[in-house]
């Protein structure tokens, strides 16, 4: 195979060279090298359409390289004249090489990080053991102050469903085993034998992913959200988990100070898959219950497979009195059933130590029974999963399943204490230390299932109750009364829930739920979330209706503030609930609030919902210091910056002063779980940076505002928010405009949630959920939702003489600084000569004025931005103080000008599929213009979507739907980790 690549034989100080230059020449080494294997396998399927596709890189290229009209217009014109079987081809093709190039950025990145830890290239202060350095030698801080801080330290986790992962499982999975290979190009020292088999096996991954379908068929079930999910705690985290507190424990020994106590695990993870109600109907009772006794399946399949692993390790004869005597009471009751426990081990296929182990090897012994104790947890979960009426807790309880931790990390931790009392330290602190930090992380749930519903479903309920028993309607009843009414009903010992009582179907749903909390053990549950929650009723609402339905462990209860409104008003809110004697004690100094980024940047527009999310967490904060009551911030964060996604060190670092006390929740949405979890030196990188930056936060918090700074960001936040809100939701054309000159109304069809696009049918960008909003706006390379208003914000300080201000805001602010640099790296991949091709096939002239008004606000924003961060260009580079942070925005700007001539392809065959689709709606059967294809190979093709009748659907339209959608997917990964 003749693939020359410079990397393959490069000595290391050359790949550290590039390194040092910002990893720019790996990448193009790299996405050269997968795109000539990707060529490859085109040309062996394809001959003719490979020409094509190399035509149209070729003017592609040309265009991003001069900018000029004619080029694009070649390009546009080329593309034009693909029939339709080519333009799913075609699409495929740009797709892929995308998805490629991406890998290769993975890669780079992966490298990168690995060559900071060896020490090999420069580092930033985002790993923990440089925070750690920098805290005790610049800031003074004590190793004991950082040692305490880390054993009470925590952050959490939760993975979520929401849809914005476009890619399949199937292709993930392939590109994941390119990226391995890739990888050992560049870190193996592989003969040259080896490094022909690396490349044939990319070539092979490479061409399964090329004849694998691109588009979900069916939309994923929440079970199927929550096992895509799951896959990434099994094959990185769980075993992750363990590598990375042991370098923080080495890190800490280098201070003079012990490991993290054994109990105390760094990270929590929780999940919202199975368990995230919020307007979507396919979340039931019954949803939530699976996606449990799956998740606690698959911890005890985890647990099994380490526990054998151990018993070929511990063949230890000396053991502490304890452990002997443990040991001795297991064996004397074995004794008694030998032969049987012998037979049943055989037909459990274990794979050795069948039979009962003698008090000789007490670990053995007692590893056996927690085997065979884990077999059985196993098979008890997996009957629960076929009878759905069986209450789990109570069955784990009566068939001698675990049902706890406690009883895997009682054993398991008086084996590591026997270890150490004779002497057999490193064994103890090998795989049996590990086993330990996975049990206190994972416990036996793997990730806790939080519980999120909207707030007027638990108002319905209440409002049956207390109608039907004659009280009145607690739905009309002011706030004052609810709370008097809730109050006076949790501090009472009789039920309140009335036998017998009708139901509709929504309100059924709610108390089934509730009574299916009931039936699972405790620790499956992390938190019962209020989405759209405005009232202290809300929360005590759901903290009865969860007595009355029979929890014992009532779950936290974490309202969540989403829009302006409801962040303004969340400080009363929490001061009614927090000055109430009885809700104090029963939160027993532990509260927990949710703040949303998605919905309050669709409300209000990124800047002025990024400063009220910045000011209502101080207040809230504050009130609950007042009250003595620790308040845990759960950041609701989307993955692109429209939705408050960015940087982690970044995102937390930006946070107010004093608001992240030690304990941080947020949320990892659709493709960042992949991005931050999919390879283990990036899952590694991630742990790094989430505990130095929660670490710093706490013991180098950023500078408190000054008022000066209050004052201009109250001023601008107002005028982004009007600016915003005059085009958004006032301006009669706009509505219009974006269900014309953006796929809106066609991103259904990608089947990436389970979850419906909107909360309700019709009205306009209210109504519709704050992915598909931001997603419709990437596609077309506009990102408005990231920028509009803020360059008219910006603009009016800067008028009023404010930009010493603005500059001294930037310099000295993180909260701030973090904000126009995230706003400048999306301004910097939006292309208004794309929107205007959008605007040119799909907008009747009429609204066209509305594109230019939108690109006159897009350059009111660049200007003000550059204005304000000083320089001359987006991306510029910089000197002095400044050149690290330049040479990231630099490295940055390398990966958009490698991605632009894929993207671009992609956008223009976007634009084609959705003026022929839209056509053929409105002429009807006309539209087909005869298309009639008689080519097996082509029919084929145009019939892969089992949903799409052949004899009632034309060819042109299953073609054209199809290539829509690839050209989503290719164009959603060309804007990968942006707006």
Known sequence: MDMPHEMLSAPSAVLMEKMVMGGSAILRDDDSLLRTVFFSVLRHHHPNLARKVDVIYALAQAWVSSGEDSDFDMLEKYLSGLKPEESILVASAFSHMLNLHNLTEDVSSSEREHAIRLGEVEAPTRTTNRSLINLTTNKGVSPEALYKQLCEQQVDLVLTAHPTQALRGSLLKKYASIREELASLHTKRLTKYEKIECLEAIKAYVQGAWRTDEIRRQKPTPQDEMRGGMAYMNSVIFNMIPIFHRRIDTALANLGQPRIPLDHSLFKFGSWMGGDRDGNPNVTSTVTRDVCVLARLEAANAYFNVIESLMFDLSIWRASPELKEFAEAIANKDSRDAARIREERKMRNYSDFWVPATVTEPFRVVLAEMRDRLYTTREVLRQCLVHPKMNVGAVLLERGAYSHISELWEPMKLMYDSLIQTGDTALANAKVLDVLRQMSTFELSMMRLDVRQESTRHTEVVDCITTYLGLGSYAEWDEATRVEFLLKELQSKRPLFPPGMDMSPDVKEVVDTMRVLAELPSDSLGAYVISMARTASDVLAVVLLQRECGVKDILRVAPLFETLDDLTNAPATMTTL?????????????????????????????????????????????????????????????????????????????????????????????????????????????FDRYTSAVLEAVMDPPPSPKETWISTMHQMSNISCEQYRAIVFKHKDFVPYFNKATPVSELGGLNIGSRPAKR???????????????????????????????????????????????????????????????????????????????????????????????????????????????????????????????????????????????????????????????????????????????????????????????????????????????????????????G
């Open 760 to 978: 309700k049918a019709g009205g306009g960008v209210e109504t519709l959920r704050a992915i598909p909003w931001i997603f419709a706006w990437t596609q077309t390379r506009m990102h408005l939702p990231v920028w509009l208003g803020l360059g008219e914000a910006l603009q009016d300080a800067i008028d009023k003489g404010q930009l010493p201000v603005l500059k001294e805001m930037y310099e000295e602010w993180p909260f701030f600084q973090g904000t126009i640099d995230l706003v400048e790296m999306v301004l910097a991949k939006a292309d208004p000569s794309i929107s205007m091709l959008y605007e040119k096939m799909l907008v009747p002239s009429e609204l066209s004025y509305m594109g230019e008004l939108i690109r006159s606000k897009l350059m009111i924003a660049k200007k003000a931005v550059l204005t304000v961060s000083g320089k001359s260009c987006l991306l510029q580079e910089g000197t002095g103080s400044e050149s690290k942070k330049m040479a990231q925005a630099a490295d940055l700007e390398v990966k958009i000008a490698l991605r632009a001539p894929y993207v671009a392809p992609l956008n223009i065959l976007q634009c084609i599929c959705l003026r022929t689709l839209r056509e053929f709606e409105e002429k009807g059967e006309a539209a087909g213009g005869g298309y009639n294809p008689t080519d097996p190979e082509i029919l084929d093709l145009l019939s892969r979507d089992p949903n799409k009748n052949p004899t009632t659907v034309q060819p042109i339209v299953a073609a054209m739907y199809d290539a829509l959608l690839i050209t989503i997917k290719g164009v959603a990964a060309g804007m990968q980790n942006t």
């Open 578 to 686: 927090l000055s109430n004697d009885w809700y104090r004690s029963h939160i027993k100094g532990m509260q927990e609030c949710m703040i949303g980024y998605s919905d309050s940047g669709k409300d209000a527009g990124r800047l002025s919902a990024a400063w009220s999310l910045f000011e209502a967490q101080e207040k809230i904060v504050a009130i609950a210091k007042e009250y003595n009551v620790k308040m845990v911030l759960f950041h609701g964060r989307g993955g692109t910056v429209g939705r408050g996604g960015g940087p982690t060190h970044l995102a937390i670092r930006s946070q107010p002063a004093g608001t992240i006390q030690g304990c941080l929740r947020v949320t990892v949405q659709g493709e960042i779980i992949e991005q931050q979890f999919g390879e283990p030196e990036v899952c590694f990188s991630t």
